[in-house]
């Protein structure tokens, strides 16, 4: 069974650090990329991180660069997402999700949540300002 299992979501304050983690069991991790989105009440998903997990290339969403870093531990089949410098307008539900990649070549696709298979069931994270 495939699962993606996100944690570390919370309450901070504007300024401030979370990381959240993606924990991925169920399927072959190395030949996937996991990508975080998030979303807001009243708005549309969007991509906000990638990684390769086979190669470990990275990509951000302009809003969040210089703030926050995404990383994989293949050994455990998580991947991180460190937020920091936190505002109030990242307050969301941030999830994580799994696309089939081992070919992929470019990674045009790494913000369209239809391109996804696996999706896991969110956490919130709450900037207060």
């Known amino acids: 069974e495939v699962q993606l299992v996100e944690s570390g979501g919370g309450l901070v304050q504007a300024g401030g650090s979370l990381r959240l983690s993606c924990a991925a069991s169920g399927f072959s991790f190395n030949d996937y990329a996991i990508g975080w989105f998030r979303q807001a009440p009243g708005k549309e998903r969007e991509g906000v991180s990638c990684?390769?997990?086979?190669?470990?290339?990275?990509y951000y969403a302009d809003s969040v660069k210089g703030r926050f870093t995404i990383s994989s531990d293949n050994t455990k089949n998580t991947v991180y997402l460190q937020m920091n410098s936190l505002k109030p307008e990242d307050t969301a539900v941030y999830y994580c999700?799994?696309?089939?990649?081992?070919?992929?070549?470019?990674?045009?696709?790494?913000?369209?949540?239809?391109?996804?298979?696996?999706w896991g069931q969110g956490t919130q994270v709450t900037v207060s300002s």
């Open positions: 999700a799994a696309r089939w990649a081992l070919y992929s070549g470019s990674y045009n696709w790494a913000f369209r949540t239809y391109e996804y298979d696996y």
């Open positions: 990684i390769s997990s086979s190669d470990g290339s990275t």
